[in-house]
């Protein structure tokens, strides 16, 4: 699960990592309400304003209506500048941005919708850095990424400059100990006073990933002011979605605006699904055998649209809820059902298609492949359907039928 910018911030600074102070807004009143107080407590006459979206590269964004203008704008005063002037322009940034669509690196092209900004005080930067706090799957352990390149994108850095990435795992049973983070900050070329507040900083850091269950905290860019202080100037967390039961108050920070409708459908129906760009629809169990089907549909030149783990014990209304899921996508033009009868039954499986092909019909080809429990009771319930169905013999002779199918 993801969170927007302004909610990360609030979560950092109930733990004591530093972040500009700023206010969430929704409406061009609030945005111009929030401009004075931010410059009274902070003295500084440099406000920000940013969309908010669950996305990154805002800053190089650009809305579809206002393609000069991108997600992340900033307002600076004159020396003779007052507050007055301040709001006009937040203003007028406010009402460019909300209900805009903002295009970025990662929204593709359609970008995302704005209904959220967030006012933040400037802040005087000396220099950008790059951190973040993530879970590394091969290893089952967080690790703690640092890099001088910060404001740039950090695949970006990974493939063209990759020895500037440093790296210190975090043993789960001692967690980043201080010689770790002294190297860090070392690494980062930090000095005197802002070199002890980065220790702390990313000592705090990593705690706090920790503690909430995060697969992802990443600041970019984390910046050091000429005073010697290390600020979050930018925040992005994720979390795993198995420990947000501990975690009632991140659950409450979901936006389903931010998600795919059809995903927050499957998660009700508790199925694993992700849309992707391609034509071939998937729905198979087992979230390995998933992958390797993707994988196979990519071997024999085609392109998935979705992952669909139905689970091990889905019932036969899951497996409705699922086909009916896959169909609704209108850049499906197959389907290919792969099934692995262990703890699911086959015959569930084709039931479950069966009751679901009946409820919204089948304009398109559907090839099936089931292999292990009540195999020929499933197979018999769908040849008694009278459903148009191709019969796979393996998996690489369903990812080329449903191909061919597609194509023809």
Same mark, same amino acid.
């Given at each position: 699960?993801?969170?927007?910018?302004?909610?990360?911030?609030?979560?950092?600074?109930?733990?004591?990592?530093?972040?500009?102070?700023?206010?969430?807004?929704?409406?061009? @009143?609030?945005?111009?309400? @929030?401009?004075?107080?931010?410059?009274?407590?902070?003295?500084?006459?440099?406000?920000?304003?940013?969309? /908010?979206?669950?996305?990154?590269?805002?800053?190089?964004?650009?809305?579809?209506?206002?393609?000069?203008?991108?997600?992340?704008?900033?307002?600076?005063?004159?020396?003779?500048?007052?507050?007055?002037?301040?709001?006009?322009?937040?203003?007028?940034?406010?009402?460019?941005?909300?209900?805009?669509?903002?295009?970025?690196?990662?929204?593709?092209?359609?970008?995302?919708?704005?209904?959220?900004?967030?006012?933040?005080?400037?802040?005087?930067?000396?220099?950008?850095?790059?951190?973040?706090?993530?879970?590394?799957?091969?290893? *089952?352990?967080?690790?703690?990424?640092?890099?001088?390149?910060?404001?740039?994108?950090?695949?970006?850095?990974?493939?063209?400059?990759?020895?500037?990435?440093?790296?210190?795992?975090?043993?789960?049973?001692?967690?980043?100990?201080?010689?770790?983070?002294?190297?860090?900050?070392?690494?980062?070329?930090?000095?005197? +006073?802002?070199?002890?507040?980065?220790?702390?900083?990313?000592?705090?850091?990593?705690?706090?990933?920790?503690?909430?269950?995060?697969?992802?905290?990443?600041?970019?860019?984390?910046?050091?002011?000429?005073?010697?202080?290390?600020?979050?100037?930018?925040?992005?967390? *994720?979390?795993?979605?198995?420990?947000?039961?501990?975690?009632?108050?991140?659950?409450?920070?979901?936006?389903? *605006?931010?998600?795919?409708?059809?995903?927050?459908?499957?998660?009700?129906?508790?199925?694993?699904?992700?849309?992707?760009?391609?034509?071939?629809?998937?729905?198979?169990?087992?979230?390995?055998?998933?992958?390797?089907? +993707?994988?196979?549909?990519?071997?024999?030149?085609? /392109?998935?649209?979705?992952?669909?783990?139905?689970?091990?014990?889905?019932?036969?209304?899951?497996?409705?809820?699922?086909?009916?899921?896959?169909?609704?996508?209108?850049?499906?033009?197959?389907?290919?059902?792969?099934?692995?009868?262990?703890? +699911?039954?086959?015959?569930?499986?084709?039931?479950?298609?069966?009751?679901?092909?009946?409820?919204?019909?089948?304009?398109?080809?559907?090839?099936?492949?089931?292999?292990?429990?009540?195999?020929?009771?499933?197979?018999?319930?769908?040849?008694?359907?009278?459903?148009?169905?191709?019969?796979?013999?393996?998996?690489?002779?369903?990812?080329?039928?449903?191909?061919?199918?597609?194509? *023809?």
């Amino acid at each position: 699960m993801k969170i927007h910018e302004f909610q990360a911030k609030e979560l950092m600074r109930a733990r004591g990592i530093p972040v500009p102070q700023g206010t969430a807004v929704t409406s061009v @009143a609030e945005a111009v309400k @929030a401009v004075a107080p931010l410059i009274e407590a902070t003295g500084n006459p440099v406000v920000v304003v940013k969309a /908010q979206i669950h996305a990154g590269g805002r800053g190089k964004g650009r809305f579809i209506e206002e393609p000069e203008l991108g997600g992340v704008s900033v307002v600076t005063e004159g020396r003779d500048g007052g507050v007055e002037a301040a709001k006009t322009k937040v203003g007028d940034l406010a009402a460019r941005m909300l209900d805009g669509t903002l295009v970025t690196v990662q929204t593709g092209p359609e970008g995302k919708p704005v209904r959220r900004l967030y006012i933040e005080q400037g802040v005087d930067i000396d220099r950008e850095l790059y951190l973040s706090v993530l879970l590394d799957r091969a290893s *089952s352990r967080n690790v703690v990424m640092a890099s001088t390149e910060g404001g740039t994108e950090i695949e970006q850095v990974a493939e063209e400059t990759p020895e500037k990435i440093l790296r210190e795992e975090i043993d789960p049973g001692l967690g980043l100990l201080d010689f770790q983070a002294r190297q860090l900050a070392y690494g980062l070329g930090l000095e005197g +006073m802002a070199f002890k507040n980065g220790v702390r900083f990313i000592k705090t850091l990593a705690e706090a990933a920790v503690e909430l269950d995060t697969d992802l905290i990443e600041i970019n860019p984390l910046v050091v002011t000429k005073e010697g202080a290390v600020v979050a100037l930018d925040g992005k967390m *994720s979390f795993e979605a198995n420990a947000l039961y501990r975690h009632p108050e991140v659950q409450d920070m979901r936006d389903l *605006s931010e998600e795919n409708a059809a995903e927050i459908e499957a998660s009700g129906y508790d199925l694993s699904f992700i849309k992707l760009d391609g034509t071939i629809g998937c729905m198979v169990n087992g979230a390995g055998l998933a992958m390797a089907t +993707m994988d196979i549909i990519k071997y024999v030149g085609g /392109q998935p649209a979705n992952f669909l783990d139905v689970g091990g014990g889905a019932e036969k209304d899951q497996v409705a809820a699922a086909f009916k899921i896959i169909t609704r996508d209108p850049n499906v033009k197959g389907i290919f059902v792969n099934i692995f009868g262990g703890i +699911m039954k086959c015959d569930t499986i084709a039931q479950g298609i069966v009751d679901a092909v009946d409820e919204v019909g089948l304009d398109m080809p559907l090839v099936v492949r089931l292999e292990g429990t009540n195999v020929d009771l499933g197979k018999q319930i769908l040849d008694e359907s009278g459903l148009n169905i191709l019969s796979a013999a393996d998996m690489k002779d369903g990812a080329q039928k449903i191909l061919e199918a597609t194509k *023809s």
